[in-house]
């Protein structure tokens, strides 16, 4: 967690809505975070997790990392097992009429569905659970779809449920594919670069908390450089902080953020890089013209996903290609950061600042290579 979560007041206040119709059974809205890596959407969800821990003791919290189960019945297995600790359900084996359960605690023959599915509605119904899925983007969209039909069933049953979920703008894909029952109901946020103020509060607030200063020069010129990525903002905070311990004054001014520049730098290369890398040697002169060719029309109104597929589908044929890859091309642009549209606007916008820049840089270098 960075010392300091600026301008996400909108997401928290979500949150705390969402966790308070929890504790009260009032059927929560899920809530899914969307945006490009690096903007904070796992400190979000930790915050969210946090809080709700904080605000009853009586919610439970399952948080999905790695595979997730297909199945309504799976998940609620994993989470009888595992969130609620039903290890021995002789109540339930009686109602399935199929054995009982091992010593290891685990289900010794397998209780029907349907059993499974009422044992953890019952839980619920003592115990809220807050249910939260990270990377959602690179999940089965069964176990996505699975994870929002049991929340709808479970809420219908007891209200005591809450879904929050987190993804590249790729998760709105997933969610597709899944065939869930997302409706209108449900609320998308979008998370994505920081304003100059928030910025500003990201690296200021924290230094005042440990009695260090900075000048309104040195604060400017340090969130001018970080575009108002988070993660940016967090490796300039570190490099100051570490600055000042190091010279022992307290302040830092306009000479320390240089002082710091060629460090961060190098931390904000090691990003580009491993985005970069993500593309083969091929794909990397075609992403190069296709950005060429988007930066030329950003003096217009603005580009969107149409825009971007027609510029790619148009390169690929340039490189006598076919353009029927034009759509996971477009899409690959959005998951290392380019470009990603919000839901909800038509526009695209940068997602990594700079990552432009440096492709383009790279094409250059590239050529003169040759």
């Known amino acids: 967690m960075p010392p300091h979560i600026a301008g996400r007041e909108r997401e928290k206040s979500a949150f705390v809505e969402g966790i308070g119709e929890l504790t009260r059974s009032e059927e929560p809205q899920a809530i899914l975070l969307v945006g490009p890596r690096g903007c904070g959407k796992t400190v979000l969800l930790n915050w969210c997790r946090n809080h709700a821990l904080q605000s009853d003791r009586h919610i439970r919290v399952k948080e999905f990392t790695r595979e997730v189960p297909t199945t309504m019945a799976g998940i609620a297995r994993e989470l009888l097992d595992n969130v609620f600790d039903v290890r021995f359900p002789d109540e339930i084996m009686a109602r399935a009429n199929v054995g009982i359960a091992g010593a290891e605690g685990k289900w010794n023959t397998e209780p029907s569905d349907m059993a499974v599915l009422e044992?953890?509605?019952?839980?619920?119904?003592k115990?809220?659970?807050?249910?939260?899925?990270?990377?959602?983007?690179?999940k089965n969209p069964e176990s996505v779809g699975a994870l929002f039909n049991l929340h709808q069933r479970i809420n219908r049953e007891t209200g005591n449920m809450l879904f929050v979920l987190a993804g590249t703008p790729?998760?709105?894909?997933?969610?597709?594919?899944?065939?869930?029952?997302?409706?209108?109901?449900?609320?998308?946020?979008?998370?994505?670069?920081?304003?100059?103020?928030?910025?500003?509060?990201?690296?200021?607030?924290?230094?005042?908390?440990?009695?260090?200063s900075?000048?309104?020069?040195a604060l400017a010129k340090a969130v001018s450089e970080s575009?108002?990525?988070?993660?940016?903002?967090?490796?300039?905070?570190?490099?100051?902080?570490?600055?000042?311990?190091?010279?022992?004054?307290?302040?830092?001014?306009?000479?320390?953020?240089?002082?710091?520049?060629?460090?961060?730098?190098?931390?904000?290369?090691?990003?580009?890089?491993?985005?970069?890398?993500?593309?083969?040697?091929?794909?990397?002169?075609?992403?190069?013209?296709v950005l060429?060719?988007?930066r030329s029309l950003e003096n217009s109104d603005g580009i969107g996903e149409d825009d971007l597929l027609q510029v790619v589908a148009k390169t690929l044929e340039s490189h006598e290609e076919s353009n029927a890859r034009a759509e996971k091309f477009a899409a690959k642009i959005t998951e290392t950061g380019c470009l990603?549209?919000?839901?909800?606007s038509n526009k695209l916008e940068s997602g990594l600042p700079s990552f432009i820049d440096f492709v383009l840089d790279k094409s250059i270098e590239g050529k003169h290579a040759v």
């Open 119 to 125: 044992a953890l509605i019952e839980q619920c119904g």
């Open 127 to 138: 115990s809220p659970l807050l249910l939260v899925l990270e990377e959602a983007a690179d």
């Open 170 to 212: 790729r998760v709105m894909d997933v969610l597709r594919d899944s065939k869930a029952t997302f409706s209108d109901r449900n609320r998308v946020l979008n998370v994505g670069l920081l304003g100059s103020e928030e910025s500003a509060e990201a690296i200021a607030k924290p230094l005042r908390e440990n009695r260090m």
């Open 214 to 217: 900075i000048t309104e020069p």
């Open 227 to 289: 575009q108002g990525f988070p993660y940016f903002l967090q490796v300039w905070g570190k490099a100051l902080f570490n600055r000042v311990l190091g010279e022992g004054t307290g302040k830092i001014s306009l000479s320390d953020v240089e002082a710091v520049t060629e460090e961060v730098d190098a931390e904000r290369n090691v990003t580009y890089a491993t985005r970069y890398r993500e593309w083969s040697a091929n794909d990397r002169k075609i992403l190069a013209e």
């Open 292 to 294: 060429a060719s988007i």
């Open 340 to 344: 990603w549209q919000p839901w909800g």
